[in-house]
């Protein structure tokens, strides 16, 4: 929302608030693409927030988001389950897909989850071994003196 007072511009966008005496200043927060979906960047790595019950209805939503970054050559991509509250067969089809596409296309996918209950089910289906989740995002992007531990 713009709001405009002889000097000065107030911009809103999403949190963010800039003001600027005659000029204008946008200020933007990374939005969601989906209630379940945030996606930023971080070091040459897109990351995808998974956020929320990641169930039929949230794999409806973010599936098409996961196909369009998982589709390019080279794509270097982090999943952060991080946020997630539970996490069923729908969540583990949007895994192996992610997988699968990245793979094909020649790119890196590294996976975050830290929660017991979303690791065991990584271990009881295999995920785990063809996808291994880091503790943290460094981690996962590799940083130097990042705790690399695999579950």
């Not at 990641?54 to 982090?78: K, N, Q």
């Amino acid at each position: 929302m713009l709001e405009f007072t002889p000097s000065r511009v107030t911009c809103r966008a999403g949190n963010v608030v800039k003001h600027a005496g005659g000029d204008v200043v946008v200020g933007q927060e990374a939005a969601p693409l989906t209630r379940h979906l945030r996606v930023h960047q971080d070091g040459g790595h897109t990351v995808l927030e998974f956020r929320g019950e990641i169930d039929i209805a949230a794999a409806a939503e973010i599936g098409p988001h996961l196909d369009a970054l998982t589709g390019h050559p080279g794509c270097r991509i982090v999943i952060d389950l991080r946020r997630v509250e539970f996490f069923d067969c729908s969540g583990l089809r949007l895994l192996h897909r992610a997988r699968h596409r990245v793979h094909v296309h020649g790119g890196r996918l590294a996976l975050v989850c830290a929660h017991p209950l979303t690791l065991r089910i990584l271990r009881i289906t295999g995920l785990s071994r063809l996808l291994p989740p880091h503790p943290t995002l460094e981690a996962a992007l590799g940083r130097p003196g990042a705790a690399s531990g695999s579950h």
